[in-house]
Every structure is written in C-alpha cells, then in structure tokens.
C-alpha cells in the first residue's frame, strides 16, 4: 500500500514569491490534514478536510494561505505571498474517516530567503 | 484554551536503558496517541490508548492512559539506537505539543 505522497520534498523561494505543495493520501482515506511544523515544534494543524470540505481550517492564515482539496482525494496547499517566517516544514496526513491514526507523508521543507 | 505538557523535554541515555515519558493535560482526552518522528520524515503512530486505564504493550513498548484521563505514560525498555527521535502524544489527534526528544547514546 502507498503511503502518502507529498511534493516537492524541498524548495527555495525569495520571498514575496508564492509556492504550492502538493499531498495524495493513502487511498481511501476521506480526512486529509495539512500540518506546519517549525524546528525543534511539533506539527500545528493548518487545516482539515472531510472529503472535499474544509471542517476545520481556524489555523489557517487566510490573508496569504489558501487551500484546496476539489475531488476530495489529493490536496494542494498554497502560500502567496511567502514571508521569511513561512520557512518550515509542511506535513500532509490522511486518515479514514472513522479512525484516529494519522498517517503522514515526508513534508515538504520551505526556505524563504 | 487546552494545555498539554510533555515531560521531559529532552533525554540523553545509554543504549540498554529504559525510558519513561508522560503527557499531562489541562483537558479530559477521549482518546491517546503517541507518535514517533525520525529526523526528516513525518510522525508514526507507535500505541494508540482509547479507554481510561487501559495500559497497552507493542514491542518494548508500554503506554497507559490515566484513570483521570488527563495523562499518559510511554515507557520504552532496553533502548537501542533506532529509539533515536521525538515522541508526541497528541490526546485529541491534532494538538500535538513540543515533544521529548530522546537519544540513545551507544
């Protein structure tokens, strides 16, 4: 069974620049999470889905973070513009929709210069 | 708003040791998780508690869930160096705190 996919694994930007990260699940998995996690932090959820619908996306910084998840399987996570302090790590999770185990991609770790 | 706190923070200890680390929280958990990141991967889940008092075992691990349901332990037995990494114990799945991190000196 695939685990979950995320890309890129690594990227550099100059800020202001935008950046998007893409996340498959482990297929038929219907909640999809997307965490931020900076060094030496454990992961702070950005946002939930359940299917195609954001359920709980009160972490999420709205003025320059943006999220979609159209068909309710893969995900991409979007920043624009990147500030310096958006540099960390970007976890993507899926689980089914009646369990509580959460499996999670690699991340994907952003440096903004 | 919920607290947990995860003790310790740290821990530096001779390989064939055993390990213990708990979990507090400030709020009732219906469920406990505990979970292990490796250096450049994301978190894996290790024992997953979902009744009070239930006390369960995988490999050398043990974890409880508190009687109060306010806190769990995690105890490893004779670490190996492959027990290197942060260990999280998200109680409600999604807050999961600053971790222990542990190495294992061999």
């Known amino acids: 069974e695939a685990g979950v996919v995320q890309s890129p694994r690594y990227k550099i930007i100059e800020k202001k620049q935008p950046v998007a990260f893409w996340c498959n699940p482990i297929?038929?998995?219907?909640?999809l999470y997307w965490y931020l996690q900076n060094l030496g932090q454990g992961p702070e959820l950005l946002i939930r889905y359940e299917n195609e619908e954001a359920v709980d996306d009160s972490q999420l910084p709205k003025d320059r973070f943006s999220a979609e998840r159209l068909k309710g399987v893969d995900s991409t996570l979007k920043i624009q513009p990147a500030e310096l302090g958006d540099s960390a790590v970007y976890l993507c999770?899926?689980?089914?929709?009646?369990?509580?185990?959460?499996?999670f991609g690699p991340g994907t770790r952003l440096t903004v210069l | 708003g919920q607290q947990l706190n995860q003790s310790p923070q740290s821990m530096f200890i001779q390989e064939g040791e055993d390990v213990s680390m708990n979990c507090t929280s400030s709020?009732?958990?219906?469920?406990w998780l505990w979970y292990k990141q490796d250096p450049g991967e994301g978190p894996v889940l290790l024992i997953a508690?979902?009744?009070?008092?239930e006390l369960t075992s995988n490999g050398r691990l043990t974890a409880q869930f508190g009687i109060t349901r306010k806190d769990s332990f995690l105890n490893i037995s004779a670490s190996i160096p492959s027990d290197v990494g942060i260990y999280f114990c998200?109680?409600?799945?999604?807050?999961f705190g600053t971790g222990t991190s542990l190495t294992v000196i061999p």
């Open positions: 297929s038929g998995h219907n909640t």
């Open positions: 709020s009732i958990f219906n469920t």
């Open positions: 998200p109680g409600n799945q999604f807050y």
């Open positions: 999770a899926s689980s089914s929709l009646a369990g509580y185990e959460q499996f």
């Open positions: 508690l979902y009744k009070a008092g």
